[in-house]
T-cell receptor
């Protein structure tokens, strides 16, 4: 079973920030939080990861709560191309087997 | 360009037939993985390999087989023992060392039963 829980679906207006939450209350101290997304009929694409500090890259920002039991992925200015399923997963190392749950289906609306 | 190539994109299997899905990577990654995805669901791990000539079963290995004779290649065979093979199959790879490196995915093979 997936160790994270996410809402099944969300909508976001084009140009607005999309905030995708993830709960991981049983996270262990050496587990990273990773985010991937999957556009229909393609392979998942890596977005961002973090351990305990907030992180930002050219695609998104990741906010991790101080107790590390939840996190939020932020797409600052959502576009139609950001419509996808977003997965929040936990991993200790790069060669951990990845457990993907059903994720959050994000629809960006014009 | 570096990446992971899966072929074919679409594959059809007859009853009782074995089929092999190809996965090739030129990223010089040590580890490779096979996942299965059913409609509306997440990914489930079938097999993974951390080094050449070695591989381990994932959560749903029954009815599947793999080989890892070369670092670049990790083919998956769906055998006739797999009674419900219709799914989207994804191959991934990653570096093999402590610390984080993301898994890179191919664009998948969609397998259907005739």
């Amino acid at each position: 079973d997936a160790k994270t829980t996410q809402p099944t679906s969300m909508d976001c207006a084009e140009g607005r920030a999309a905030n995708l939450p993830c709960n991981h209350s049983t996270i262990s101290g050496n587990e990273y939080v990773y985010w991937y997304r999957q556009i229909h009929s393609q392979g998942p694409q890596y977005i961002i990861h973090g351990l305990k500090n907030n992180e930002t890259n050219e695609m998104a920002s990741l906010i991790i709560t101080e107790d590390r039991k939840s996190s939020t992925l932020i797409l600052p200015h959502a576009t139609l191309r950001d419509t996808a399923v977003y997965y929040c997963i936990l991993m200790k190392t790069s060669y951990d087997k990845v457990i993907f749950g059903p994720g959050t289906s994000l629809s960006v609306i014009p | 360009d570096g990446g992971i190539t899966q072929s074919p994109k679409y594959l059809f299997r007859k009853e009782g037939q074995n089929v092999t899905l190809s996965c090739e990577q030129n990223l010089n990654h040590d580890a490779m993985y096979w996942y299965r995805q059913d409609p509306g669901q997440g990914l489930r791990l079938i097999y993974y390999s951390q080094i050449v000539n070695d591989f381990q079963k994932g959560d749903i290995a029954e009815g599947y087989s793999v080989s890892r004779e070369k670092k670049e290649s990790f083919p998956l065979t769906v055998t006739s023992a797999q009674k419900n093979p219709t799914a989207f199959y994804l191959c991934a790879s990653s570096m093999f060392f402590e610390g984080y490196q993301p898994q890179h995915f191919g664009d998948g093979t969609r397998l259907s039963i005739l």
